[in-house]
């Protein structure tokens, strides 16, 4: 049996662990390229036009997976514990998916309501009946969850570089190469090292104090803890939020406020499928310079003192 | 204390007798004009959505006026409208600080009666209890004035519109179950039907803010009766609050009816939006007329099982997206095709029957 799986949306975080659970299973896994420009279109073409960014991708990657595979595996995220939401276009993309496409393509979509492991095996037992095998594959597969990175090892990755940018925004936008490699690679390219939430270690980002309590989408939560850990620990940040993103247009609001009183650089940058890159490096670039001036005057006030 | 609400549509009489019967003052502000989208898009954070704006324009205004308490419906979970008060609070600072504004979470009836209310208003809960009573008749009362409205305005519509002020005005002066209760009888009175039928019936579906204020849809129920069209709809203040308290048969229906496109819920009101428009399928309307703030994020996931629906039905359907730059001629011009594909199709199919 083949496998589709999108890269897109929750493959760049659960990729890996997906991809050895169905390994193991005996299904053969296919995932489709990186997302380019074809894939984009394929994907315009067929969603409305209101959405954000990774939703229209998303669909292109399905569309590009329907003529490869026997089924797609798509899951849907609803709410993990703590009654913590996912964003009301990802809960619904996976409808969207089966009106698109279910009379061509089975598509496996395992709802995860605050167990992740139970969706999982049943998802398993609809693709293998052995429960013995199930449960080997996933015992197997879920050691390979994303393993953060220690708090020391930050501060020693911190240390060597001439200043740090955190780059808060979405996993699913920072690990798509189409949407922020442009961005990054600026960054890196002027001497800046990056940290972004996924450096993180994960007790920071299901932080419970303050105001991330208020917040009940999952991963705008985990954004604001991310934000709160690094502000003091970096010297600026770069936001990335795709047009259209509604969770995003209420906690941008929120981080720009806390960053603009503690008087840290924040540069929020909109992206759209219409987004040049040339514009976007400009963007960055000067915020870079900014940054660097903001330095050179910090360390002239420190030797005049 | 001088409490001041945002409007919502012609609902909005109902929340005012509910706060007049609490014994507060209120403080309306002027009704929602160019000026106040103006002041709330001003103000608000740019990608926010709609009706955030709109109620935030409302509450400038209603500080302007003198207001000091200003009670914001608060506590959806997935969608935005529930972290709504929070920016709005901070937007509303930096204009004046001597005001609270008062999140009023919808999700617990038993702590919005015996908690919330009397801490706010310094009333026992047996008066709130009342209030609720008087509240979910005047908001039954406003629904059926909507129904009665546009079902008369669609076949004469000078002489609908000519009653609807005073009739507005019955529904406001009501103020015990009894004087509600004449109040409706006189109601039917006014727009007695007169035996002419509406050239089309649509079914309007979509976000509860646009499909209920009327002024933030630029009054699309009375553009489309202008045109000869029905306008039928669900969404309202009174089935609202039934939902609250648990027993909204209406919401169990549209579950059951989306399910063929949407199996779980993407929050909001995606779920209601699709199953009543099944629903108004399945009562034979013409057309189906959608409306949603721009970027809203589960009436998009919605506009994808409309689209299904027309396809598997036959039934045309409208989606409109409202932002502040949304021209009233450009909505019009829409509406107006609309409403002639559906005619025509209507004649068609009816030429073909003879």
Known sequence: MKIGLPRALLYYRYGQLWQRFL??????????????????NKGLACVSSEVCLPIKIV???????????????????????DGLYACPKMIGVVDVARMLLADQVQILSPTIRGNFVRAHIRAGLEICPNPFRVFKAWHQSSRSLVRRTTNQELETKAGKVAGVVGVISHFYNLGDEFISAAIIKTFIENGYQILT??????????DRQGFAQNIR?????ELFSAFEFLLGRVDGFCMVVSMGCGPDSLVAEFIRERAQA???PFL????????????????????????????RSSASRCRAA | MRVGIPYFGYDTIALKGFIRELGAELVMPPPTSRRTIEIGVKLAPELVCMPFKITLGNFIEALERGADTLLMAAGARKCRFGYYHYLQERALRAVKSDFRLVPV???SAYEFIFKLMPALFAVPPARVLRAVYHLLIKSALTRDLRRLLNRSRAVNFSQAEGLKESALRLIDEARTAAEMRRARLELNRLFARNGKEPAVRVGLVGEIYFTIDQAANQEIEKELARLGAEVLFERCLYNHLRHLLHSDFGYLRSRRLARTYLRACPGGEAIRTVGEAIWFVRQGVDGIVHLFPFTCMPENIAIEALQRLTESSGVPV?????????????????????????????????????
Do not use: C, M
């Not at chain 1, 390994?23 to 984009?40: H, R």
């Not at chain 1, 669909?59 to 514990?81: C, N, T």
């Not at chain 1, 040049?276 to 000067?286: F, Y």
């Not at chain 2, 019009?332 to 095709?337: D, F, G, K, M, N």
């Open chain 2, 318 to 354: 409208l989606s409109l997206s409202f932002d502040e730059h949304t021209s009233n001629t450009g909505l019009v011009t829409r509406i107006e095709a609309f409403v002639e594909l559906l005619r025509r199709r209507k004649n068609a199919r009816r030429l073909s029957r003879d």
């Open chain 1, 197 to 206: 939430k996924e450096d993180l270690p994960a007790p920071v980002l299901l």
């Open chain 1, 268 to 295: 929020l940058l909109v992206i759209d499928e219409h987004t040049g890159t040339a514009g976007l490096v400009t963007r960055v670039e000067a915020f870079i310079e900014l940054l660097n001036r903001r330095k």
């Open chain 1, 262 to 264: 503690e008087s840290v």
């Open chain 1, 23 to 40: 390994t193991s299973l005996g299904a053969e896994v296919i995932i489709s390229p990186k997302t380019d420009e074809a894939i984009l």
């Open chain 2, 105 to 107: 979470t919808q999700y």
């Open chain 1, 217 to 221: 989408w999952v991963y705008e939560r």
């Open chain 1, 59 to 81: 669909a292109g990657h399905l569309i590009e997976l329907k003529d490869k595979v026997d089924a797609i595996f798509f899951p849907r995220l609803e709410y993990l514990r």
